[in-house]
């Protein structure tokens, strides 16, 4: 390059480039790659498009136009290069390349833009509106969520799984204790972050009734990626048959092998941190278990509602979970913790 004009260098650098590498080739190197991570992205439990949720079909609707627009402007931008490259190389007069910044380089991105934005911002109004009367309170905790709804016998307290109706408008109140999480149900709408020493607001609308899967999406911590949870759509009778049950106390122990699992969890101390209403166990440092048998998972998403992996997660919870509170249970041999287990598996 040594000696070379700028002219030269812009002109010549620019033809040669164009003419080494032929369009084909460009294209496959970046739209095919491009192609294959969305459409990767479009199913499975956690894709934002495949919408269940009036929220979440608007948000879709707003992904789709952005992404329409951004790949006609990309087109546009090819073509312009193509032109000037190949079909009609050479100079432009000053006039001509003042016109071209003045409509492409301010007046198209500002009215694109704009008009993107105005949608964004009254999308993310609209997903705040009042519910329908409908609050649950979630809470990020290290790492699993604390729920909480109001019924009409009072609290109902559970952890790790959320249960709507049908076609009302839920509203979440959420919080943090320690650091920023986030929640988000990509099935049924936007995510929303839950800040300590703040109540945010989010609203959703299941329109499908089915179980959907909601995630932690702001890094917390280490078991960050373990942060999930179960969102479980039922029809509007059966959501409060069910609110109902759940504002009851635990199940009796239905054999003597759970029996034996209470005992053992109540002199193990297990009750200083987890509540089991109905029972000495009134801990509220940890999930609560009351009903913890009708819950699909244990330890946030992580491992089935089943005696095996119950065991397992209380004799070492870390080796599951990096990072988690819940100290390990070295001490108690496999039946002591297959008895624990089988008896909060029954808690229905
Ligand atoms: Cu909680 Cu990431």
């Known amino acids: 390059m040594a000696g070379a004009t700028p002219s030269q260098i812009t002109n010549e650098g620019a033809l040669s480039a164009a003419q080494r590498i032929p369009a084909h080739r460009i294209l496959k190197g970046t739209a095919v790659?491009?192609?294959?991570?969305?459409?990767?992205?479009?199913?499975?439990p956690l894709s934002t498009l495949a919408p269940h949720g009036s929220g979440a079909a608007r948000v879709a609707s707003l992904f789709y136009a952005m992404i329409t627009v951004a790949a006609l402007v990309w087109l546009f931008v090819m073509a312009l290069a193509v032109f000037a490259a190949r079909v009609a190389p050479g100079e432009n007069s000053e006039r001509t390349g003042r016109k071209f910044i003045l409509f492409g380089g301010i007046l198209l991105p500002v009215v694109l833009l704009g008009t993107l934005s105005w949608w964004s911002f009254g999308l993310t109004?609209?997903?705040?509106?009042?519910?329908?009367?409908?609050?649950?309170?979630?809470?990020?905790?290290?790492?699993w969520w604390r729920v909480q709804y109001e019924s009409e016998s009072g609290p109902v307290i559970s952890a790790n799984e959320?249960?709507?109706?049908?076609?009302?408008?839920?509203?979440?109140?959420?919080?943090?204790?320690?650091?920023?999480?986030?929640?988000?149900?990509?099935?049924?709408?936007?995510?929303?972050?839950?800040?300590?020493?703040?109540?945010?607001?989010?609203?959703?609308?299941?329109?499908?009734?089915?179980?959907?899967?909601?995630?932690?999406?702001?890094?917390?911590?280490?078991?960050?990626?373990?942060?999930?949870?179960?969102?479980?759509?039922?029809?509007?009778?059966?959501?409060?048959?069910?609110?109902?049950?759940?504002?009851?106390?635990?199940?009796?122990?239905?054999?003597s092998l759970a029996s034996r699992g209470l005992d053992l969890f109540?002199?193990?101390?297990?009750?200083?941190?987890?509540?089991?209403?109905?029972?000495?166990?009134?801990?509220?440092?940890?999930?609560?278990?009351?009903?913890l048998g009708s819950r699909r998972s244990i330890a946030a998403g992580t491992l089935p509602s089943e005696v095996g992996p119950i065991a397992g997660w209380i004799s070492h919870p870390a080796a599951v979970k990096e990072g988690v509170l819940m100290?390990?249970?070295?001490?108690?041999?496999?039946?002591?913790?297959?008895?624990?287990a089988t008896y909060l598996e029954s808690l229905e």
């Open 125 to 143: 109004n609209e997903l705040l509106e009042p519910g329908d009367g409908l609050v649950v309170d979630v809470t990020g905790e290290r790492f």
């Open 33 to 44: 790659p491009g192609l294959c991570v969305l459409l990767s992205a479009c199913e499975g």
């Open 266 to 291: 109540l002199q193990n101390g297990c009750g200083a941190c987890h509540r089991i209403a109905g029972t000495a166990a009134d801990g509220r440092v940890g999930p609560d278990l009351t009903h």
């Open 162 to 255: 959320i249960r709507v109706p049908l076609g009302e408008r839920v509203e979440f109140r959420l919080r943090s204790t320690d650091v920023i999480h986030s929640f988000w149900i990509p099935s049924l709408g936007g995510k929303m972050d839950m800040v300590p020493g703040t109540v945010n607001r989010l609203v959703l609308e299941a329109e499908r009734e089915g179980t959907f899967r909601g995630a932690c999406a702001e890094f917390c911590g280490l078991a960050h990626t373990l942060m999930e949870f179960d969102v479980v759509v039922m029809a509007p009778a059966a959501f409060d048959e069910w609110l109902a049950q759940q504002a009851g106390p635990a199940a009796r122990p239905p054999t």
């Open 327 to 340: 100290p390990p249970y070295p001490m108690l041999d496999s039946d002591e913790l297959v008895a624990i």
